[in-house]
């Protein structure tokens, strides 16, 4: 609502007033927008750079400068998405009930069985080299 825009309105003035004190927060806050000179003329800048520049001035005083790259996930073709349908795709689920898709099903056993393979192997008073490792038999039937 208008009266909404005119507190936030309101809350980034006193934010802009507490930050740059030696700025007339009325004079510029008439809802224009300066660019460039115009900006640093009227103190709502304190210099104009560009963003290698500045990064290279965190280079030169010590700093490391990382890139970051995000890569979302890959979609899943559209000839598989029926094995994850999302809730969005079908109707809402109740509390306590789950996804019934294929793909959603196939994920959950998959991870029960880690799981219960995961409990078995640390409740089972055999040492692992038993359950998991073969005996080298082969030297008895072998002749040098």
């Known amino acids: 609502s208008e009266e909404d825009i005119e507190n936030i309105f309101n809350l980034f003035k006193g934010w802009v007033k507490q930050?740059?004190?030696q700025l007339n927060i009325e004079e510029?806050?008439?809802?224009?927008?300066?660019?460039?000179?115009d900006a640093l003329e009227r103190g709502l800048c304190?210099?104009?750079?560009?963003?290698?520049?500045?990064l290279l001035d965190y280079v030169d005083s010590g700093y490391n400068v990382y890139e970051v790259k995000y890569d979302p996930?890959?979609?899943?073709?559209?000839?598989?998405?029926?094995?994850?349908a999302s809730d969005d795709e079908g109707p809402r689920m109740g509390y306590g009930q789950q996804d019934q898709s294929i793909g959603r099903r196939a994920i959950r056993?998959?991870?029960q069985s880690f799981a219960d393979e995961f409990k078995?192997?640390?409740?089972?008073?055999?040492?692992?080299?038993?359950?998991?490792?073969?005996?080298?038999?082969?030297?008895?039937?072998v002749r040098a």
């Open 46 to 54: 304190d210099e104009i750079k560009t963003v290698d520049d500045i």
């Open 109 to 111: 056993w998959l991870v």
């Open 73 to 84: 996930p890959p979609d899943v073709p559209s000839s598989l998405s029926f094995l994850f």
């Open 19 to 21: 930050n740059r004190p």
């Open 120 to 141: 078995s192997v640390l409740s089972d008073s055999r040492s692992l080299d038993k359950r998991y490792m073969a005996r080298d038999e082969t030297a008895d039937r």
């Open 28 to 37: 510029v806050a008439t809802g224009e927008t300066w660019f460039g000179p």
